[in-house]
T-cell receptor, first 120, second 109 residues
Framework: KAGVTQTPRYLIKTRGQQVTLSCSPISGHRSVSWYQQTPGQGLQFLFE???????NKGNFPGRFSGRQFSNSRSEMNVSTLELGDSALYLC???????????????????FGPGTRLTVT | GQNIDQPTEMTATEGAIVQINCTYQTSGFNGLFWYQQHAGEAPTFLSYNVLDGLEEKGRFSSFLSRSKGYSYLLLKELQMKDSASYLCAVRDSNYQLIWGAGTKLIIKP
């Protein structure tokens, strides 16, 4: 199976602009989660989509939004970019449903390579 | 609030054994994950614990004690390629993953 793909891999924007990042999950996976990663901060959860519906949301301002399409592909949008938005944005996909009685592989997430966003 | 604590950095010698600890305080518990992340790369799944005890997978083992809110990742026969960050994550009652900041492991020859 092909892995999770993210586009673009690198992006440079200026303050005030907006940006859209794309994520294609593993075929058959219906859950897509987005994370922001900055040095020393670890992974900060942005939101999770399952079957085109936002299932969970982290503590980020409304400038950060997302959506999921019927083919499970997801996009994340950041409006009015700030310098502090410079980070690695990771997308992760998972089946999103129970697969076994012991719960294994239930919520294992497979990460894409990420999009490195630099805001100047 | 929800919190995951891991040491920021650890150093070990090639061929040795290292234990990376993770303590958590979350609203509910639906499993604990360990991921490995090499510099500039995406995290990759290492292990998953939902019941107390030790899960062994080759050179890597992961232990969980739910009553203590504690887990550790044990790496044996360390190799230089094990130099990476190791991330601990807990899925809470809302099935949201809460992540630790990661432990940077440095392997010296």
């Amino acid at each position: 199976k092909a892995g999770v793909t993210q586009t673009p891999r690198y992006l440079i924007k200026t303050r005030g602009q907006q940006v859209t990042l794309s994520c294609s999950p593993i075929s058959g996976h219906r859950s897509v989660s987005w994370y922001q990663q900055t040095p020393g901060q670890g992974l900060q959860f942005l939101f999770e989509y399952f079957s085109e519906t936002q299932r969970n949301k982290g503590n980020f301002p409304g400038r950060f939004s997302g959506r999921q399409f019927s083919n499970s592909r997801s996009e994340m949008n950041v409006s009015t970019l700030e310098l502090g938005d410079s980070a690695l944005y990771l997308c992760a996909s998972s089946p999103g449903r129970r697969q076994g009685s012991n719960g294994r592989a239930l919520y294992e997430q497979y990460f894409g390579p990420g999009t490195r966003l630099t805001v100047t | 609030g929800q919190n995951i604590d891991q040491p920021t950095e650890m150093t070990a010698t090639e061929g040795a054994i290292v234990q990376i600890n993770c303590t958590y305080q979350t609203s509910g518990f639906n499993g604990l994950f360990w991921y490995q992340q090499h510099a500039g790369e995406a995290p990759t799944f290492l292990s998953y614990n939902v019941l107390d005890g030790l899960e062994e997978k080759g050179r890597f083992s992961s232990f969980l004690s739910r009553s203590k809110g504690y887990s550790y990742l044990l790496l044996k026969e360390l190799q230089m390629k094990d130099s990476a960050s190791y991330l601990c994550a807990v899925r809470d009652s809302n099935y949201q993953l809460i992540w630790g900041a990661g432990t940077k492991l440095i392997i010296k020859p």
